[in-house]
């Protein structure tokens, strides 16, 4: 191999997703060399937004919260401050409800909600919802105790949290409860129907399972940040691209690269350690470091040789169980007339007794455009709608992409999302001038992604998020598919805690003083 087609660097990421530019654009700030490499021609994996004819989609995250203030509990907001980088927010509190009780426009904040479930359910509800809140407070405190960014994958972590055991150990209790299934606290608490329907909706949609499933710990963050008084919500002004631009310009800043087109073909082992990777092509980089995967838990495994890691480990990670994938639905269109009182966000539930994690049941609009015009030509909007991790690979497996059956099953597919938009918009189809409909496959394809998934469906109390570390020294992991939740927090705070496993502990906590307040 000529010397052209050698590269060294400290630390390579595989994948350009938040988790993995949160994670090497923290490792370039502590002064490491590293190289990302990204298969798309895109970075940003599922936050990567995109141009058709004038109109800037999102391709995926399109609700956040903790962003546009510091200090903040919000560990992607954390890492962009540790990096010195932000973007823009655009700050709103409504969203829209399309449910089986009826239409209706709810804000985040303490008291809202609970006008909504006066009208709809009576005081008791109300009661019931001012007793969870009270019962999720002094958790809410808790979860916040230990900061996800003072965590890391050694035993440097005793020095990194020493700073916060004393609130730890105050919070212990309700640490505990934390780590079990969020419906383990809302079955002391909430009896009404409708609350429990809406408390397994906001589960499903934190983490592709319903309360059931989801961690106390997932549910206590959200409600630290969608139910204080004077919350509000935040839109990046150019869409979730300028988010994935402000982390890339953290990664160049302190001289790390960013290289796209340029797909990872295996994770080069010698002498049992992960050395450098293998890009489509034939070109190698070294890492004199650690090779950082931010590819999903399944396509990890894909990237190593035989042998290089137990059989039993291969086994137990290839068995993780996944959440469906998603059903998108792109809309450049005249706004010509519209009601000026549209949201940015709308949630749609078209049965409550299939369960929020049934194909299909759930639907999400989101209109950007709302709030930031540059998204869209002079009069026009963008929309995007999809349905959120509850749409079957299986319905796609084996289906040829160019073909006749590929597009009969991307119209029908599609049509649950046009009649939920046209809820909102009854006249869409006669306004529509871009139109683009993404399927498993094309989360599969475009993302690589396994089966287009949403990311694992680990259910709190049954089983733990592996964490970073892998028995393959030098070979380490970041993403949706190392901590718990699939937003983009979660895939923040796993990027930022491998990052901080390889980093001097000084350094961390350097970080954590300027961060942390």
Excluded at 55 to 72: I, T, V
Excluded at 297 to 304: A, M, Q, R, S
Excluded at 333 to 339: E, F, H, K, M, Y
Excluded at 353 to 373: E, F, H, K, Y
Aim: charge should be negative; aromatic fraction near 8%; charged fraction near 20%.
């Amino acid at each position: 191999m000529s010397l052209e087609q050698k590269q060294t660097t400290d630390v390579i990421v595989i994948g350009s997703g938040i988790g993995g530019l949160c994670c090497a654009s923290l490792l370039a700030k502590y002064g490491f060399k590293v190289t990302v490499c990204e298969s798309h021609s895109i970075a940003g994996g599922a936050a990567h937004s995109f141009e058709r004819n004038g109109y800037k989609f999102d391709s995926g995250p399109s609700l956040y919260s903790g962003m546009s203030y510091s200090p903040s509990t919000n560990p992607l907001k954390q890492v962009l401050d540790a990096i010195e980088e932000d973007v823009s927010w655009v700050n709103y509190d409504i969203w829209g409800c399309l449910l089986p009780e009826g239409n209706f426009n709810t804000a985040v904040g303490a008291d809202d909600f609970c006008t909504i479930l006066k009208d709809l359910r009576g005081e008791q509800a109300v009661r019931e919802w001012r007793n969870l809140q009270a019962t999720m407070k002094p958790l809410a405190e808790a979860v916040n105790a230990i900061p996800p960014l003072a965590i890391r994958y050694d035993l440097a972590v005793a020095i990194a949290i020493l700073q916060y055991l004393p609130a730890t150990l105050w919070h212990t209790p309700n640490i505990i409860r934390l780590t079990g299934a969020f419906s383990n606290i809302m079955d002391g608490v909430v009896q009404d129907e409708f609350i429990r329907n809406w408390l397994d909706l906001l589960c499903f949609l934190l983490s592709g399972l319903p309360a059931s499933g989801t961690s106390g710990a997932e549910m206590a963050f959200m409600f630290a940040e969608w139910y204080k008084p004077g919350v509000v919500l935040d839109y990046p002004v150019g869409g979730s691209g300028a988010l994935v631009d402000a982390l890339v310009r953290g990664l160049e800043k302190y001289d790390g690269k960013l290289l796209l087109s340029s797909h990872v073909e295996q994770v080069v082992v010698e002498n049992n350690r992960a050395t450098g990777v293998k890009l489509k092509g034939g070109k190698s980089i070294t890492a004199t470091k650690a090779v950082i995967s931010n590819a999903s838990v399944w396509d990890t495994l894909k990237l190593l040789p035989d042998g290089a890691l137990p059989k039993s480990f291969i086994q137990e990670r290839a068995n993780t169980p996944e959440c469906e994938s998603f059903m998108h639905l792109h809309l450049g269109i005249d706004a010509t007339s519209l009601p000026t009182d549209l949201q940015c966000h709308y949630i749609i539930v078209n049965d409550w007794q299939q369960g929020v994690t049934a194909p299909q049941n759930v639907v999400v609009v989101s209109i950007p455009s709302v709030l930031d015009p540059s998204l869209a030509p002079s009069g026009k909007h963008v929309i995007h709608v999809y349905t959120p991790g509850n749409e079957p690979y299986q319905l796609w497996q084996g289906i040829e992409r160019n073909s006749e059956a590929y597009q009969k099953q991307k119209k029908a597919r599609a049509e649950i999302m046009w009649q939920g938009l046209s809820r909102i918009i009854p006249d869409i189809r006669d306004r529509v001038e871009v139109e683009l409909v993404g399927t498993p496959l094309t989360h599969s394809r475009f993302l690589r992604r396994h089966h287009g998934s949403y990311g694992p469906a680990i259910e709190a109390g049954k089983a733990l998020f592996p964490g970073a570390n892998t028995p393959l020294p030098g070979l380490l992991c970041c993403g949706d598919s190392t901590f718990p939740g699939i937003g983009l927090p979660a895939v923040a705070a796993s990027g930022a805690i491998t990052a901080n496993t390889l980093a001097p502990i000084d350094k961390h906590l350097q970080m954590l003083k300027k961060v942390i307040q």
